[in-house]
């Protein structure tokens, strides 16, 4: 074998990261180090397979993906959609299962039913405007926030929110509902569209790996 250049695999922090981390570790890709709560280190290696791994806010991972800073990229498909950055989408891994909605108290129904002109507060700005412009035909206010989303109808900021659902219990807790599904989503692998190409080989072979291991598909 000739002289193998590094690979350079982002995560998602947070959510994402303990399930992507313990599904590379069944098919033997691992990295002890990066399991440790304590280390300040912010970028893992593995010298054995040649590989480098890292951890970064999800919005952040399509950046540094579609630069090529990182060959692949693990993160959700609402991150996907929202940041829009050109890089492939090539692997389902099933988990981090959940729905982005539109949510509000059960009050504002009736303002989506009546197209009416409302303030919509969300993390997600590209996927509320491509919902509410083009698909629904309404013209709305988008408000950006960056977390703690469901206290925006709560203290009046706005009438409805884009936002994550995944067991519904923030919205119960708040009294809130969902009103509509915008879609489905779940943790992605991303490569790198030049690197698709250059270490096609390498890169298929761990996408094939982390696909026959995955069983939370099922
Ligand atoms: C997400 C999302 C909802 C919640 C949904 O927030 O924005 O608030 O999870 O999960 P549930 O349906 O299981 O209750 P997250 O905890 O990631 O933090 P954030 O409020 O800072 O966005």
Same mark, same amino acid.
């Given at each position: 074998?000739? +002289? ?10 947070g ?15 691992t ?31 399509p950046?540094?993906? +579609? ?12 991150t ?38 409302i303030?919509v ?10 919902y ?20 925006a ?21 708040n ?5 509509? +599904? ?37």
């Amino acid at each position: 074998m000739g +002289e193998e250049r590094y690979l350079t695999i982002a995560l998602t922090k947070g959510r994402l990261a303990k399930q992507t981390i313990s599904l590379f570790e069944k098919v033997g890709i691992t990295c002890e180090e990066i399991n440790d709560p304590n280390t300040r280190r912010l970028i893992f290696v593995n010298e054995e397979l040649k590989l480098h791994f890292f951890l970064a806010k999800g919005p952040d991972v399509p950046t540094y993906v +579609e630069y090529g800073a990182a060959d692949i990229g693990v993160v959700g498909k609402d991150t996907i959609i929202e940041e829009h950055r050109k890089i492939y989408e090539v692997l389902d891994l099933g988990f981090g299962k959940c729905r982005m909605c539109v949510c509000g108290p059960e009050s504002a129904r009736e303002f989506l039913k009546s197209q009416e002109q409302i303030r919509v507060a969300t993390k997600y700005p590209n996927i509320a405007k491509d919902y509410f412009y083009n698909q629904r035909n309404q013209t709305v206010e988008i408000i950006k926030l960056n977390g703690s989303i469901e206290l925006a109808p709560i203290v009046g900021l706005s009438e409805v929110i884009v936002d994550i659902v995944e067991t519904g219990s923030t919205l119960r807790e708040n009294g809130l509902v969902v009103l509509e +599904e915008i879609c489905p989503l779940s943790a992605r692998v991303t490569v790198n569209p030049v690197s698709m190409r250059m270490e096609n080989e390498r890169i298929t072979r761990i996408l094939r790996q982390l696909n026959e291991r995955n069983d939370s598909q099922l």
